[in-house]
């Protein structure tokens, strides 16, 4: 599939702010987006403390049953600082898009939209460099307040951020902890919700963001010396350590 990539990664926190700063605009928020896509993309990232694994597994949006995956092992190549974690995995996700043979519908990210200090997360970001529509599901809160939402499956509350609603706290299923929606390119909040409880029929996470874990965790495994797999110091992670999980 098609990606805008730019000519070059940002390699220091300014030039990476300026980015996000500078592509904000190109964003549509105003949706409706599709709702009940045809096919649906997740996208994940794994690490060590050195090497990273991209993930990107393609569902069918009906049956949920795997059309297509693609991953791309690398070293990791920015440091991390909150805010800016995309800039870890874009290099990578944006290689492993590019060799997808299907263009989804929908891209869902393990990770946040606009429910971002600047309004501009990884699924914002992957957006605009795809054009396609795209939502972040994040498993914890990054920015924001919110209250909590009633128990039962499809419960909703609003995280707001310096007054603005920025996404929703969403339950997923009846008791289970809530997921953090948010919008990152061409859909709204409402189709983004209605699209993460047809992608959870049964777990908290959507079967895409569960897929693209096993498989970004699998690659990892698999590109690192026989030695390293082995070793307890070296544990394969879903996000490098930092302060606040956020993409």
Known sequence: MKVCVPAAWPTTTDEAETVQETLRSRLDLAGPGPRDPATVAGVDVAYTEDRLAAAVVVLDGTTLQKIEQVTVPGPIAFEYVPGLLAFRELPSLVRALER????????????????????????????????????????????????????????????????????????????VKPVFVSVGHRTDLDTACHNVLALSPSHRLPETTRAADRLSRDALRTALPVDRRRRPDRPVQDRQPGPTPEA
């Open 100 to 175: 997808l043979t299907v263009t989804p519908d929908l891209i869902v990210c393990d990770g946040y939209g606009v429910a971002h200090p600047r309004r501009f997360g990884l699924a914002c970001h992957l957006g605009v460099l795809t054009g396609l529509p795209t939502i972040g599901v994040g498993k914890t809160a990054f920015v924001g307040t919110y209250e909590e939402p009633g128990r039962e499956r499809g419960a909703w509350s609003e995280l707001r951020l310096d007054g603005d609603v920025v996404g929703r706290v969403l339950r997923t299923q009846d008791g």
